[in-house]
């Protein structure tokens, strides 16, 4: 069993900057596909940004193209997101998750495909 622990929500104001982390135990052994999702209550939960452990190969929502920036620190088994210029929509549980494959093995925004997943960190959006 894979434990992913999210951490760096928070409540901003549009138009500034978080960080979230996510610990990703083994992270160094095997190829992964490590992404970030987002869900508000009453919608289905959403692909953000995605990477692939091997080839650094990045995946980005439309919504989030320019402001979103998904990194990982193997040294530290930690996978990021960078967000800046956010939005209120941008307000929503984060989760992050991860599988054991290679991210252009499947639809690496789908968050059907992955098997491991965080307890989520709110992040809040003020106008």
């Known amino acids: 069993q894979v434990l992913l622990v999210e951490s760096g929500g928070g409540s901003v104001q549009a138009g500034g900057s978080l960080r979230l982390s996510c610990v990703v135990p083994?992270?160094?052994?095997?190829?992964?596909?490590m992404g970030w999702f987002r869900q508000t209550p009453g919608k289905e939960r959403e692909g953000v940004a995605a990477?692939?452990?091997?080839?650094?190969?990045?995946y980005a929502a439309d919504s989030v193209k320019g402001r979103f920036t998904i990194s990982k620190d193997n040294a530290k088994n930690t996978l990021y997101l960078q967000m800046n210029s956010l939005k209120p929509e941008d307000t929503a549980m984060y989760y992050c998750?991860?599988?054991?494959?290679?991210?252009?093995?499947?639809?690496?925004?789908?968050?059907?495909?992955?098997?491991?997943w965080g307890q989520g960190t709110q992040v809040t959006v003020s106008s």
């Open positions: 998750a991860a599988i054991g494959s290679r991210c252009y093995l499947f639809k690496a925004l789908q968050p059907d495909e992955y098997k491991y």
């Open positions: 990477i692939d452990s091997d080839s650094n190969a990045r």
């Open positions: 083994g992270l160094t052994y095997g190829s992964y596909c």
